[in-house]
């Protein structure tokens, strides 16, 4: 049996003192290792110690939580009700003394009006809209045909039956065309057959181009796990090769990525924050020297970011994916640096961290309402009365928004909506917050006081909602939109340079734009290269939700023979 280690209390100062030295001793890579692992040993140490930590919380910490949802917070355990007998907001306020407003709540059960999960997972005929259709005739009849069976009736058309049949292939396929040669035996003049005009020009389609695009910056499969599964099926595709064929798409494709920034920028709401990034070409002594020499302030200049811009305009969403030096609000100002001055500033979604605002660019700046609901959801073990009560109410507000959603109300109707129904609520709360202070309730400096705090600090841009047409209650769309980002970051590592970043910055961008918009990215990208010189020269109308009407016009147009 394995005898348990020995736990030891080590003073921070002496800490420092042993990371200092661990630091000259070992290289950089190493000495970061150790000073992670210390600090983390650290960290969880004090964690344990607090008074109130629970296993549950201990658990959230190494393995992270399932769902922020309220019944979930709020259920079974710690003497909570369990999620189907959790009291309304309406109960919630009678436990606390808030009045609410009967149209906040709902007399039916939620969970009898929510629809049931249709399909059991099964998917139906109409959802394989990228698949193959084949029409097969019947053998013998046709509409208008007696019937064989009473020979008195006729036959007539009906919906047809439908069969399904999936087959697999290896992602990236080839063919081989061995072309025939003659001879002639005595002036020795070869004959080859011509290539058919399916083989093409390049050796490598536009869909390989594509394909490969997808698998590593859209599901986040790294070159080397794809150039291993290739030479499994044999079909081989090494990843130099896959990087050589991403590279020279992406330059086909660059027209497309920076009309996207122009269309961002003219967005009546943007959602910006960022991520960590590894680009080895940056990091080091060298690249964090010149980072230096070329920074106004150094401190700032020696992160490494992607940023993720997700921008709402007429109807349409742009994700943009932005890595380097800059942070979240210093690549926003890029992007409105290109928006058309007759434009009014712009609704901006972000938390409430000053590196996400875009400096002196002006825009109408709401703050993320999930960020500081996450504060007391953090805290629920410790605090459960006072936290349930907000989580609670927030639940109005969502269910509300939810509501305008399922309605599809105007932003100038939705925001009627929420003045009606959620801002009672609100303001009831904003009250509720402040009388936590106000009669020495809440501890400021304890973890509920801080989470309180936050919400009183920014309480004008948390409920912008209230007062602004459009604009949303949390920043999740892009948070979701960084996943892909993060995705390839926990895969692939780390860019080896800054054109690497570049490059998957560009099919990222591209890539979730086509998701966003419902539109397949895999023909979207494919169509692209096939028609670079109309893309280069008229980038607006190669957008994911207008390229399919641009492919008709280029069908119904005669030629003259030399397109």
Known sequence: MRNAPEIIEVDPTRLEEVLGRVEQALDEKDAALIRAVFQSYAYVAGVVEEKNTSIRRLRQLFFGK?????????????GSPAPEEATSPKDAAAETGRVVDERDTDPVNEADTRPAAPGHGRNGADTY??????????????AGDPCPA??????????????????GQAPLTATIYQLQKLRCHLCGEVFTAAAPAAAGEQKYDATAGSMI??????????????????GHLEVPLPASTQWDIVAAVAAILAPAFG????????????????????????????????ALAGAEDAELRTGLFTSGVVALRDGHRVALFLSGRRHAGENLAQVLQLRAAELPPPIQMCDALSRNLPGELQTI??????????QFVDVYDRFPEPCRYLLEALAVVYRNDASAR????????????????????????????????????????????????????????????????????????CERALKKAILHRKNA??????????????????????????????????????HSEQLAASPHLWMPWNYREALRCESSTPTNGNV
């Open 66 to 78: 399932r769902t922020e949802k309220t019944q979930t917070v709020v259920g079974s355990g710690n």
């Open 129 to 142: 809209r990228g698949a193959e259709r084949i029409e097969v005739p019947h053998p013998s009849l046709t």
């Open 150 to 167: 009473c020979g008195d009736g006729i036959v007539y058309e009906k919906a047809p039956g439908v069969l399904v049949r999936i087959t």
């Open 213 to 230: 695009g997808l698998l590593k910056y859209g599901s986040g499969l790294p070159f080397n796990r794809l150039d291993g599964l290739q």
């Open 259 to 290: 009309e996207l920034i122009r269309q961002a920028a003219q967005g009546e709401v943007l959602h910006n924050d960022d991520t960590t990034v590894k680009i080895l070409e940056l990091m080091g002594p060298r690249g964090r020297s010149e």
């Open 365 to 374: 700046l709401a703050n993320c309402l999930a960020h500081a609901r996450r």
């Open 406 to 477: 399922e309605r599809q109300l105007s932003p100038e109707a939705r925001l009627q909506w929420h003045q009606e129904a959620s801002q009672p609520t609100m303001e009831q709360l904003h009250a509720w917050l402040r009388q936590q202070f106000d009669e020495k309730l809440v501890e400021p400096n304890s973890a509920l006081g801080g989470a309180i705090r936050y919400m009183l600090r920014h309480w004008e841009p948390l409920t912008l909602f209230l007062r602004q047409a459009g604009a949303p209650l949390d920043n999740n769309i």
């Open 493 to 530: 590592l780390f860019y080896k340079t800054r054109k690497g970043a570049g490059v998957g910055d560009l099919f990222m961008s591209l890539i979730h734009t086509c998701q966003l918009n419902a539109v397949n990215p895999f023909d979207y990208l494919t169509e692209l290269q096939r």
